[in-house]
């Protein structure tokens, strides 16, 4: 059973930069995995920010930015604003099924 | 433009089944799969499983194997989701999820069930 980890909480400042991680059991985390990343907001349905990565939807606001670091999947919020505040979860692609992470929940203080 | 829309919220008895269904539109129905995802009070997501829209095959987390079953209409562009001999802690919501090219991107407003005695 693959597990995928996220940090469980981060807290940011309004202005400030914050990267999420979203890590797997199996090994480094690649294109191959099509990590996916949403936003949720309590009471929300998930909403989308990026697939495959790095690919961001048309309704992305640009100061967040997807990437692969190291072995990970990352998510960089960039001047974080106070709306921001909400859980973050990723979703990884491994042998025929999906993997969510148990979340991070962002903080904007 | 694209819609999901879920059914209305169920309350099951232990053992019983539920029966969800997710009317999708503003696009070409089987040209896209649907997935269902479900979060329990306070928990995270949970992926269950997928129909592909343009077969009517359909692919199961293992966890739900045996206890799920994914169906469409292509008649209504409907997708429906039923779960089998209901537990307390089938306490979610429920969401339905659109993905083309590994990417999910319209999801559903999401259908609360309730398990309990």
């Known amino acids: 059973q693959t597990v995928v980890t996220q940090e469980p909480s981060l807290t940011v400042s309004p202005g400030g930069t914050v990267t999420l991680t979203c890590a797997s059991s199996?090994?480094?985390?690649?294109?191959?995995?099509?990590p996916n990343w949403f936003q949720q907001k309590p009471g929300q349905a998930p909403r989308a920010l990026f697939y495959?990565?790095?690919t961001r939807y048309s309704w992305t606001p640009a100061r967040f930015s997807g990437s692969l670091i190291g072995d990970k999947a990352a998510l960089t919020l960039s001047g974080v604003q106070p709306e921001d505040e909400a859980e973050y979860f990723c979703?990884?692609?491994?042998?025929?099924?999906?993997?969510f992470g148990g979340g991070t929940k962002l903080t904007v203080l | 433009q694209v819609q999901v829309v879920q059914s209305g919220a169920e309350m099951k008895k232990p053992g019983a089944s539920v029966k969800l269904s997710c009317k999708t539109s503003?696009?070409?129905?089987?040209?896209?799969?649907v997935h269902w995802v479900r979060q329990a009070p306070g928990q995270g997501l949970e992926w269950m499983g997928m129909?592909?829209?343009?077969?009517?095959?359909?692919v199961y987390a293992q966890k739900f194997q045996g206890r799920a079953s994914m169906t469409r209409d292509t008649s209504t562009s409907t997708q429906y989701m039923e779960l089998n001999t209901l537990r307390p802690d089938d306490t979610a919501v429920y969401f339905c999820?659109?993905?083309?090219?590994?990417?999910?991107?319209?999801w559903g407003q999401g259908t609360l069930v309730v398990v309990s005695s």
């Open positions: 999820v659109r993905v083309g090219y590994n990417a999910f991107d319209y």
């Open positions: 503003g696009y070409s129905f089987t040209s896209y799969y």
């Open positions: 129909i592909i829209t343009h077969s009517g095959g359909a």
């Open positions: 199996t090994g480094a985390v690649t294109t191959d995995y099509f």
């Open positions: 495959s990565a790095t």
């Open positions: 979703l990884l692609y491994y042998r025929g099924a999906w993997v």
